[in-house]
């Protein structure tokens, strides 16, 4: 038997418990309306949509009325709309027509790219549809207010808007006034109504906004498009993976089933169990008798069959079995295949195609069984023949000099496997030194599980102890953790080794800092200077916070006290709430990583961190001298109480953070939680490249600045994603994660170039690499980056970045990305650049800034007003103060 048939029959014995029941199965196949593939099929084809164009802008949902005029004036004597469902089918299908025409025809919420509608019937029986809609611009924040409205109409002003508004698009009444409402479960609406007063939108986490409902004291009204009686309701779609999910399942998802005879059934025939569970309502029979259809979308989607060799899919009966059997069906894939083999201009272009943009240029004929050149569309332009259109594929091809697509994949290092990082440490030995290839093989074993792992202690202590240090240093666990035998060590030596750590600096380097700082400080910064000192020798603890706008020395003046306790044999922590105002410190970490908080701290309002009493870290605290937060009003309260907690547990102290002395360091005026001339010279300069960027509001401003700035021939990254849950892996397809663009984590396709600057997104080593350390690429190799590190301390350092899988914190769903931790960096979101001066820099704000803090954030970069250019439209710019913040 060959191995794919085989396969086959093993995958049909994996999809049966009972393998009595092999051979009996009975499936309702896709092309049955309603079925449970045919609802699947249509889930894959939105996200098809979201794999090429994104996230839907708005969700739509539009509702049938059996009051609505149409219905009522047909109505014969003593008839009432229950008993014209044929009359309610009708009118709602020519209301949904016009109301997809107003959408997509005459734009009214801007040029439509793709659009989808789904019909569901009510537990009344009445049809409601939900209509996604992809828009070529997207919805900025800035302008959901002027399409989504969550206001009552002033009656004065518009009486006919006011009562369509009030008839038709309000909740309830529930809560006190209805406490029987059927949306009440434990006192509360399931709906969350009513809905809190709130002067702004909010777009959350969840990808549900929170419209602006203002109260009528503040000024409440309405804007809308009106459409006569039309009850509907307008959602937008913010960036949300959990939104997406839900959705493209939710529009899909089919009528409520249920079975009300319990009795012992086939449990593969899904036909029996099917007819059992469905239940038709008069008004969705009259749907289909009059074949309306339960689905539309524009563009087309067309199905492409993937198999390995010899593998289609064959359905044959007792008169063709032979002829099945001689004869290989012809799939799309085969075709596609033959499709290149041909000698004319259609087959040489259908060699440039990969397998999923087929369809653009090409026709599936059913009858023929082959791809057919399309006769309309947009003409190719420089191939006389070829049209373009909108229709979509699903599938791609794969490399086709290996046998199966697993071996394809791997090939092309598509996959995670011991073997990548197998290639990664090989590319490292030929390019590093000792320390580098180390440094490379600890950040692997730090963010991976591998498989093939067979150390030896007695032969490999010493680098063991030293990778064990490296682990303690950023997870704050031990090497057994990962997987790794422990070393052969005391058990104090990894409490000393956090001691040492914090001990270990050059006093001569000390002392000249010393030296020549302490001459320059001004008036204020000397009194600052010397009260702190006086608390450090008095060792009875304090709380200062030190609050100056940015560029006027508060980097300095921490320094200098850094230095001063250092060379008093006394531990000084420094500790910022970015990477990069870590790295401008010496020995700075970011203090999620120092303090080892939550990640979703914002969220856990009595949260602790993660420090045991013995460890190394709460040895460090305890005799830290002080501890300076610099940045801290990035930083949510929740980190500081969280803190306070543990350190008055380390020291059994009830006294605030437990006795310690703690500066906080920080400028509330900041943000609350094209090129230079001359670069074609000095792109590769990492001087002149650390003292210049270019800052932006929108992290999509960035990438598009990123994308055209520097010269020279580009290389590909493409990340490999996985869903975590394997049981998710049907709902989101490969191509969907790649598609994902989730802030704090690299994108899937990272394009470089030597001198290209980056910024780090994760922490390797502290305090050398930390989040938001910038970087700029000396040499690319296939699996690993050597780059050079650009400000603080370790400025000029050369360092190596191993790609290293990312499971971002706040996403609804556990997918993981195997890519470099980086983004480019030559221009860079104004919060990222926080903590950092520069000698020149550029502001593009053409998008304006969220709030007065960023503006000012990006303003006081530079020291001087000429070293500060500025691109904004009309020469204007929003400067948007929050009163309440200033009171």
């Known amino acids: 038997m060959r191995k794919w048939q085989r396969d086959a029959v093993a995958g049909n014995i994996d999809g049966n418990l009972n393998p009595n029941d092999i051979g009996n199965a009975f499936i309702l196949p896709s092309s049955y309306i309603g079925s449970p593939r045919n609802m699947q099929e249509y889930i894959q084809d939105a996200m098809t949509y979201v794999r090429h164009y994104g996230r839907p802008d708005l969700f739509i949902t539009f509702t049938c009325n059996p009051n609505w005029e149409e219905i009522q004036t047909l109505l014969l004597p003593g008839q009432q709309a229950i008993h014209r469902h044929d009359l309610t089918a009708r009118v709602f299908k020519q209301k949904l027509k016009s109301l997809i025409d107003v959408i997509v025809k005459y734009s009214i919420f801007g040029i439509t790219r793709c659009w989808l509608y789904t019909i569901e019937w009510q537990k009344?029986?009445?049809?409601?549809?939900?209509?996604?809609?992809?828009?070529?611009?997207?919805?900025?924040?800035?302008?959901?207010?002027?399409?989504?409205?969550?206001?009552?109409?002033?009656?004065?002003?518009?009486?006919?808007?006011?009562?369509?508004?009030?008839?038709?698009?309000?909740?309830?009444?529930?809560g006190a006034f209805n406490m029987t409402s059927p949306c009440m479960e434990n006192g509360k609406c399931k709906k969350k109504f009513p809905k809190p007063h709130t002067n702004d939108t909010i777009t959350?986490?969840?990808?549900?906004?929170?419209?602006?409902?203002?109260?009528?004291?503040?000024?409440?009204?309405t804007f809308t498009i009106r459409l006569p009686n039309f009850p509907n309701q307008v959602e937008f779609d913010n960036h949300s993976v959990k939104s997406i999910k839900y959705i493209c399942k939710y529009v899909n998802k089919g009528s409520d089933l249920a079975i009300f005879e319990v009795q012992n059934i086939n449990k593969n025939d899904e036909i029996a169990r099917y007819q059992m569970g469905r239940y038709i309502s008069s008004n969705e029979a009259i749907w289909h008798i009059l074949s309306f259809p339960n689905h539309e979308r524009d563009p087309a989607v067309q199905h492409l069959a993937i198999h390995l060799e010899n593998g289609q899919r064959v359905y044959f009966t007792e008169e063709n079995v032979l002829q099945r059997a001689f004869e290989a069906p012809k799939t799309t894939l085969t075709e596609f295949f033959t499709l290149c083999q041909k000698p004319d201009v259609f087959g040489q272009f259908a060699k440039t195609l990969v397998y999923g943009d087929v369809p653009r240029y090409f026709t599936w004929n059913k009858s023929s069984k082959k791809w057919e050149p399309r006769k309309q569309g947009k003409p190719h332009p420089s191939i006389t023949g070829i049209f373009k259109a909108k229709t979509l594929g699903r599938l791609y091809t794969v490399h086709p000099k290996q046998r199966t697509y697993q071996d394809a994949c791997r090939e092309l290092q598509l996959l995670e496997d011991d073997n990548h990082w197998d290639l990664t440490l090989a590319d490292t030995a030929l390019t590093s030194t000792p320390n580098n290839i180390q440094d490379t093989l600890h950040r692997i074993r730090q963010t991976n599980q591998c498989q093939n792992i067979d150390y030896t202690p007695e032969m490999y202590?010493?680098?063991?102890?030293?990778?064990?240090?490296?682990?303690?240093?950023?997870?704050?666990?031990?090497?057994?953790?990962?997987?790794m035998p422990s070393p052969n060590r005391p058990a104090t030596d990894l409490v000393n080794t956090d001691l040492q750590r914090e001990n270990q600096y050059d006093h001569g380097s000390l002392a000249t800092i010393i030296m020549n700082s302490e001459p320059l400080l001004t008036g204020e910064q000397k009194n600052i200077y010397d009260r702190i000192m006086l608390a450090v020798a008095a060792?009875?603890?304090?709380?200062?916070?030190?609050?100056?706008?940015?560029?006027?020395?508060?980097?300095?003046?921490?320094?200098?006290?850094?230095?001063?306790?250092?060379?008093?044999?006394?531990?000084?922590?420094?500790?910022?709430?970015?990477?990069?105002?870590?790295?401008?410190?010496?020995?700075?970490?970011?203090?999620?990583?120092?303090?080892?908080?939550?990640?979703?701290?914002?969220?856990?309002?009595?949260?602790?961190?993660?420090?045991?009493?013995?460890?190394?870290?709460?040895?460090?605290?305890?005799?830290?001298?002080?501890?300076?937060?610099?940045e801290c009003t990035m930083a949510h309260k929740y980190s500081l109480e969280a803190l306070n907690r543990t350190m008055q547990d380390l020291n059994s102290n009830n006294k605030l953070f437990g006795g310690a002395i703690l500066l906080l360091s920080g400028d509330f005026r900041q943000t609350l939680p094209s090129t230079f001339p001359d670069i074609q010279n000095n792109y590769l300069n990492h001087e002149w490249l650390s003292q210049r960027a270019i800052l932006a509001a929108k992290n999509v401003d960035v990438d598009e600045i990123n994308f055209q700035l520097l010269p020279g021939d580009l290389m590909s990254?493409?990340?490999?994603?996985?869903?975590?849950?394997?049981?998710?892996?049907?709902?989101?397809?490969?191509?969907?994660?790649?598609?994902?663009?989730?802030?704090?984590?690299?994108?899937?396709?990272?394009?470089?170039?030597?001198?290209?600057?980056?910024?780090?997104?994760?922490?390797?080593?502290?305090?050398?690499?930390?989040?938001?350390?910038?970087?700029?690429?000396k040499k690319i190799t296939g699996n690993i980056l050597e780059a050079t590190i650009l400000a603080g301390k370790f400025k000029g350092k050369v360092v190596l970045l191993p790609r290293i899988p990312m499971i971002p914190s706040d996403s609804t769903i556990p997918f993981k990305r195997l890519q470099f931790p980086i983004r480019l960096a030559f221009a860079m979101s104004i919060n990222k650049s926080q903590g950092q001066t520069m000698s020149i820099c550029g502001l593009d704000l053409e998008n304006p800034c969220f709030s007065h803090g960023q503006l000012y954030v990006a303003c006081s970069r530079v020291g001087k007003p000429s070293n500060l250019f500025v691109l904004a439209k009309d020469r204007l710019t929003k400067?948007?103060?929050h009163r309440l913040v200033l009171h």
């Open 204 to 221: 959350n986490i969840d990808g549900y906004p929170m419209y602006r409902r203002r109260s009528t004291e503040n000024g409440g009204h």
């Open 124 to 174: 009344r029986g009445l049809p409601h549809a939900h209509i996604l809609v992809w828009l070529k611009d997207r919805i900025r924040p800035e302008e959901i207010d002027q399409i989504i409205s969550a206001e009552i109409p002033d009656p004065l002003s518009d009486q006919e808007l006011f009562d369509i508004v009030t008839k038709h698009m309000i909740h309830g009444p529930c």
């Open 717 to 777: 990254f493409k990340s490999i994603d996985t869903v975590v849950d394997e049981n998710e892996s049907v709902n989101f397809p490969i191509e969907f994660l790649n598609s994902l663009d989730i802030p704090g984590m690299p994108p899937h396709n990272i394009l470089l170039k030597i001198g290209s600057p980056i910024i780090l997104l994760r922490n390797l080593n502290p305090p050398q690499l930390c989040n938001g350390t910038r970087l700029v690429i």
């Open 461 to 483: 202590n010493e680098a063991l102890v030293l990778i064990e240090d490296l682990c303690v240093l950023i997870s704050n666990l031990p090497l057994n953790h990962y997987g």
């Open 539 to 630: 060792e009875q603890g304090g709380f200062f916070f030190l609050d100056a706008p940015g560029g006027t020395g508060k980097t300095f003046l921490i320094s200098l006290i850094l230095a001063k306790i250092r060379s008093q044999q006394k531990i000084a922590l420094a500790v910022a709430s970015s990477g990069i105002a870590a790295t401008l410190l010496d020995g700075g970490r970011t203090a999620h990583s120092t303090f080892k908080l939550p990640l979703d701290v914002h969220n856990k309002p009595d949260a602790m961190c993660n420090i045991k009493k013995n460890s190394g870290i709460a040895a460090v605290l305890r005799k830290s001298s002080i501890i300076i937060w610099d």
């Open 879 to 881: 400067n948007i103060v």
